[in-house]
């Protein structure tokens, strides 16, 4: 079964940075595409940064040039670091995977960023 735990959210002023982790049991995340989405009360959940099993990466136009995803392969871990932090950025952000074989996504439970002005 798989499952997936972010951790690393928290409350941080305008301008700062804080870096979210996913770490997976069940699958490895350098076999499959894994995503960092978020979502806030009300809208839709969107698509933040995805990296491929390749190591391609892709970034919401929001976030280009603040947010960078990488992945640890050793460790099974995917990381989002979120630089220069802004008050639109708050919201609760989910880990993903879409499995490369069934095409099967896998949510994380979510953790809160909380950006303040």
């Known amino acids: 079964q798989v499952q997936l735990v972010e951790s690393g959210g928290g409350l941080v002023q305008a301008g700062g940075s804080l870096r979210l982790s996913c770490v997976a049991s069940g699958t490895r995340f350098s076999i499959n595409t894994t995503g960092w989405y978020r979502q806030v009360p009300g809208k839709q959940r969107e698509l933040v940064a995805r990296?491929?099993?390749?190591?391609?990466?892709n970034y919401a136009d929001s976030v280009k040039g603040r947010f960078t995803i990488s992945r640890d392969n050793a460790k099974n871990t995917v990381y989002l670091q979120m630089n220069s932090l802004k008050p639109e950025d708050t919201a609760v952000y989910y880990c993903?995977?879409?499995?490369?074989?069934?095409?099967?996504?896998?949510w994380g439970q979510g953790t809160q960023v909380t950006v303040s002005s």
């Open positions: 993903n995977v879409i499995m490369i074989l069934t095409k099967i996504n896998y």
């Open positions: 990296i491929t099993s390749g190591g391609s990466t």
